[in-house]
Every structure is written in C-alpha cells, then in structure tokens.
C-alpha cells in the first residue's frame, strides 16, 4: 500500500527489517532475576532535546538502521535499509547529504547496515550482501574506496580506537564476533570467539545462531566489550580477543534471557508463532562508551504485532550501566518514547539519542524525530557483577 501523500511504503514502517533474513529480538523468556529487589533504582533517563527531521515526497527515511552522531558537528548520519543509502541530517533536523545509492556498483549498496564516521573527512557504510565497507567523503559525499570484510555487521556500536576501528560482526567462517580493522591500512583481525550457545546452534539445527544473529561491541585502547542478541553475557577481552572476564547483567524489569535459551529455541516444538519468539526474551541490542569509562548497555523486550514481512515490530527499551572498572551495574532504566516503530539508538558525548518515529494519522505519514536523553546514575542501586 503506499500513501496517498508521500508514496511512502507504509508496511516497510511498520516491520522491523524488510526480510525474515534479518530479524532481531527473538529468544526465550524468563522472569525477571528473582534474586534481586525490584524496587531498586536503575539510572535516570531523561529526554533533554527532540529534533524533527525534514523529510517530504522525494527525500525521506525509509527503514532505519543505525543512527551516528558525528561529534565534530553534531549533525545525525542515518543508515536506510529501505533506501540503501546514508543521511546526514544537520542538528537542527535540515537534510544536508547523501552517502551512496541502491545497486551493486562502487558507492553503492544492496542491503546497508552499520553506517560510522572516520576522523573528520571519512563517511563508512556497511554492506551485508557485498561485504564491503565503502567509505565516502563526509563533505560532498563523493565515494573514495572500500574494504572487504567477513561476517554479518551487528547493530551496537564502532569504536575508534588507537589500533584502528573496532566494529561488532558475527563471522560463521572465524568463529568470532567481533572485528579489528587496522585503518587505513587494509588488514583486519576478527577477534573474540562466538559464545558456546552459538557454537552449539551451528553445529545443530542453527535456528537460535540466525535469529539471533547481531552482536555489539565497545572498545577502549588495551580492551573491548562484546555479546550478542540473544544473550545475557558481556565478555571482556583485549583487543587481540584474549577473554579476560565474563558479566552477566541482572535484570530487574526487562525479561532477561534464560540459561538455557540455544536448547529451547533449537527445539522445533517450542514456539508455535514468530510472535512467540518475539515476545519471549530480551535481546541486547547495543554497547556504547561513557566519558568515565562506564558502559551504556541497551535491550529490547520486542512486541510483534501480526506476522512478517508486514508485521509491526515494536521494542520497550531499556538502559543498564557497568561501571567502569566492570564490577557492579546500574540497570533496566526504561527508555521514554513513542514505541509505535523499531527504534534506532546511539550514544555520543555521554547523551543517549534515539530515532523515534510515529504515525501521524490524520496525514497517514510517518513523523521521525530524534530525541536526546540525559543519563543520570546519581541515584542507582548498584549490583555487583561476580
């Protein structure tokens, strides 16, 4: 169906990625962890600042993937899994730039992903299909080259660090998930072993590995956190992959994940609906660095609203806090917003931003703003992470 004013595909906004391939959020539930008080306080999340991004009939978003803040400027980058290209929206919401088009050719993607941005001239998208990370010139968006990668780009968060970029992919062939690149030069190391759970899903019937197939990773300059979507395990390494540590958040109110969820979401009778797979378990969907060395960590408790492809995947979020030396954490703050479209986040200069859109009925479109929150542990009860 396509709307009268726009011409917009209105199922596209209202699922969450455009084929089953691609889907996040799935898993098996469990009760919040009866070892803890529920009437604890997580951190504070505030919404300090809401931008309405200009779109109209021939520039709009499609599907969002991933959301940037480039934090030389403050303008918003937009990676569009509809569109297959990358916005740059100035910080008042004024569209400036694009970064690449649909296709197969250079500067071009088939399905984009991860979108970051190197030092002060470079834009750089991810592609899943190709496996590229194609880079462009952030001031007139002119494509200047690209560097071949192996695995499925996650959706929580790149980290620039001094050995070069460190970016979260799930790579079947490494057995690893996530990824040195040594910028500019053309090496990368792909580090951190895939957790057991996945390991035994691959080696099965793979379902719980493809569903839940995003990892996110943060790195410091000797260190990196990573996990994936369908677990509750942080693990600590260096950044040559050596595991130092393993955290496992306890959740108050989000839904948490059980011990045994590769078991059950391998077990062909477990789920008699994709809804039931959606609804049944959080999924960690990003880690992002604090000023202090803290980590924002963010889960989804997913709703599917319908069946796929033009189901409506909708997400409470919910914001946890390791401290910086990893040894306690703040957690399961939720995240104000709409809820009526997946949402995209970041976090830039210890402020987390999120895309959050809602269908404007009267005009049957879509309005896509970008809201800013302040995150406050001030009055966190804090649990420690043995």
Known sequence: ???????????????????????VGVGCGSEPDASVDRATAGPAVTVVDSVLLDENDRFYLGNPFSLVVDTADGSFLISDFFENRILRYERAGKLRQFYGRPGGGPGE??????????????????????NLLQLFSKHDGAYVGEQPYSGRPGTGGVSVVDRGVVFPTRDLANGT???????????????????????????????FAAFQSFGSVVAWSDTLLSGMSGLNEIYLSTLDGVLLDTLLLPNTTRRG????????????????????????????????????????????????????????????????????????????APVPYS????????????????????????????????????????????????
Request: proline share 6%; hydrophobic share 40%.
């Open 339 to 386: 809820n009526e479209m997946r949402p995209v986040h970041t976090v830039a200069r210890d402020t987390l931003f999120l895309v959050d859109r809602r269908l404007n009925e009267a005009e049957d479109d879509l309005l896509t703003w970008i809201r800013a929150y302040r995150i406050d542990t001030t009055g966190c009860t804090w649990f420690d992470l043995d």
């Open 1 to 23: 169906m396509r709307t009268p004013t726009t011409g917009k595909p209105m199922s596209l906004f209202r699922s969450s990625y455009a084929a089953p391939a691609m889907l």
């Open 177 to 207: 998930m996530a990824a040195v690149w040594r910028y500019p030069e053309l090496a990368i190391d792909y580090v951190v072993p895939l957790p057991a759970p996945y390991q035994r899903s691959l080696e099965g019937l793979g379902r």
């Open 257 to 332: 994940v059980p011990p045994n969820v590769q078991e059950v979401f391998d077990d062909l009778q477990s789920f008699s609906s994709m809804t039931e797979m959606f609804e049944a378990a959080s999924s960690m969907y990003g880690l992002y660095r604090m000023s202090d060395g803290s980590t924002v960590v963010l889960h989804h408790d997913s709703t599917m609203d319908g069946e796929l492809p033009a189901g409506n995947i909708t997400s409470e979020v919910y914001l946890s806090i390791i401290a910086p030396d990893r040894t306690s954490a703040c957690v399961d």
């Open 109 to 130: 993607f088939r399905s984009i992903s991860t979108a970051f941005v190197l030092g002060d001239s470079v834009v750089v998208g991810a592609g899943n299909r190709r």
